[in-house]
């Protein structure tokens, strides 16, 4: 048996060989006709198009004794925690892998916590991705449980942090209200959870001919091969792979989002199939995302609408003719969104401040206030004048809000920029180009009236955005959600919670939304609330092993 007792701080024993670069790199081809929207409502009925032939997905069966034994030391808000689990290390997903190095996934399966041995067979699996900034995540050099790398957290790796303390724009780390590092994956293994933490192609990956692999859809059809495989290997793998719950931050939380939303959808079938993903499920039982970076193509009206009217943090304005033209034109795609919201009925961009303010920032601002002692009480609203507190309440304006907020991050457009530097601009890349237009706003502006997005471009976008498969009542998606950002987020708009979150409601789904008061992008300042959460909705009850 090839079983090894270390602890986190000794060497591990490689289990795999694991491919740095790139594979025998099998271009994944893009589906020759975009489906549109009508046919994607009837294709979303039907039931999922197998990805591979039963001989390749004989491949990925999982090796339960290829595992390392390792020891580690949690901090929970109930203590430190001593977790004991095994660690199986670089598992490639998917039969044909473009790169192995980002195509593998990590296991971690608690075997002990505070020298009582725990029984993990029927545990929720935690499916904690890492991306950033849509970039590459591999978790092929980690150690140990957490391996994927946390970036952007305050004092951590580039990007950059910003000097607030919250997480830089491009990052995939969390942090509590002290500033503190929070890792899902942790404190899910500390719960006897079993985590899985995988990895993931991402737009900055080019090979030897300047050939982007990673640009979209990579991220999310390998987050779907990964669930393939765990889906797979239900009753070998431990834990109950028919309830897996997602998270993700930032561009991680879009991808975390848009796996719940897209389970099952036949769309992905022609990139999965050329992977050589397993012949299973790819839907999932819930998913928890953190301030998301999604519904690009209209990212940037929503956040013109939202942050138009504050300045940058150099103190000038953006250019107000764009930002009231994107701004004007969110207001027909609020309006096709067809939402409503108890107390408010249609949720168009005349109301959606006020379902915000109403739904999630006074609560937000009125929790806060609740949790300090009398006299950090009366400082805080001191030094907040435009906050009325009665009863026990916060109230306040939209306008006030924003002006408390300050300095939006981003230039307009925020997403897709004219000169083609965003991040995203490099995810819709294609071939050697490097960076597209993706809206027809900024086509436009920068080329002719009449110029039309690139062909491919409609199905891409579709698979990179959860709103469609919310809109058509995908049958394969999660109903379960957790959803959070942070009141001074203006990495994105806010209303791409709020939408979120009220189409889900609309649909009947079980979501748990809210807003963190006065904290940035990354903020995760109820992180033990999201694991107990886990284990609420998924009916688990943890089992002690009995000799």
Not at 35 to 52: D, K, L, R
Not at 273 to 280: C, F, I, M, S, V
């Amino acid at each position: 048996m090839r079983r090894h007792s270390l602890t986190d701080r000794g060497d591990i024993v490689k289990r795999r060989t694991v491919i740095g670069g790139l594979g025998a790199a099998v271009a994944v081809p893009a589906i020759a006709t975009f489906v549109n929207n009508e046919a994607m409502a009837g294709s979303e009925s039907s039931s999922s198009s197998t990805s591979s032939s039963s001989s390749s997905s004989g491949a990925l069966v999982f090796d339960k004794d290829a595992y390392t034994e390792l020891t580690t030391t949690i901090t929970t808000d109930a203590g430190d925690k001593s977790v004991t689990y095994h660690f199986y290390k670089a598992i490639t997903y998917v039969t044909n892998p473009v790169d192995e190095k980002y195509q593998s996934l990590n296991v971690s399966v608690p075997v002990k916590i505070d020298g009582t041995a725990v029984d993990a067979t029927r545990a929720p699996v935690l499916f904690a991705n890492s991306v950033g900034g849509y970039l590459p995540s591999s978790v092929a050099d980690a150690t140990g449980i957490g391996g994927g790398g946390m970036t952007g957290a305050p004092g951590g790796a580039a990007p950059s942090a910003s000097a607030s303390g919250e997480v830089a724009s491009g990052g995939n780390a969390q942090v509590d209200q002290q500033g503190e590092m929070v890792s899902n994956a942790k404190l899910g293994l500390a719960a006897g959870y079993v985590v899985v933490e995988p990895g993931a192609r991402g737009r900055t990956l080019v090979d030897s001919s300047g050939t982007y692999y990673g640009t979209a859809p990579a991220a999310i059809v390998d987050l779907k091969a990964a669930v393939r495989y765990l889906r797979f290997n239900k009753g070998r793998i431990p834990g109950n792979t028919d309830r897996i719950v997602s998270s993700g931050t930032s561009a991680g939380g879009a991808l975390s989002a848009l796996l719940g939303a897209s389970g099952d959808s036949p769309l992905y079938a022609e990139y999965l199939t050329a992977l050589g993903a397993a012949d299973a499920s790819d839907a999932i039982f819930a998913s928890g995302y953190w301030c998301p970076i999604t519904d690009l193509e209209h990212a940037d009206m929503a956040y013109e609408w939202n942050w138009g009217a504050n300045k940058l943090s150099s103190g000038s304005l953006v250019d107000q003719t764009v930002s009231k033209e994107l701004s004007t034109a969110f207001t027909e795609y609020q309006a096709s969104l067809k939402l409503r919201a108890r107390g408010f009925g249609a949720l168009t961009a005349r109301n959606l401040d006020d379902h915000l303010l109403e739904t999630y920032l006074r609560p937000a601002a009125t929790k806060y206030l609740n949790s300090l002692s009398e006299s950090a009480r009366s400082t805080y609203l001191a030094a907040n004048t435009f906050i009325t507190w009665a009863g026990g309440k916060a109230t306040f304006t939209w306008a006030d809000f924003l002006t408390h907020v300050g300095a939006r991050k981003k230039d307009t457009p925020a997403f897709d920029a004219f000169d083609l530097s965003a991040g995203e601009n490099n995810l819709f890349g294609t071939g050697t180009t490097q960076a597209r237009h993706f809206t027809l706003y900024s086509l436009r502006h920068e080329g002719s009236s009449s110029a039309r997005l690139a062909s491919d471009l409609p199905e891409k976008l579709t698979l990179m955005n959860p709103m469609p498969f919310i809109a058509k009542r995908n049958p394969g998606r999660a109903k379960h959600w957790w959803i959070r950002v942070g009141t001074k987020d203006s990495d994105t708009s806010l209303s791409v919670v709020g939408n979120l979150a009220a189409s889900l409601e609309q649909l009947g789904d079980d979501v748990n939304a809210l807003m963190y008061w006065d904290s940035g992008h990354g903020a995760n300042d109820d992180a033990a609330d999201f694991i107990t959460w886990i284990a609420k909705v998924t009916g688990y009850k943890p089992k002690t092993k009995t000799k």
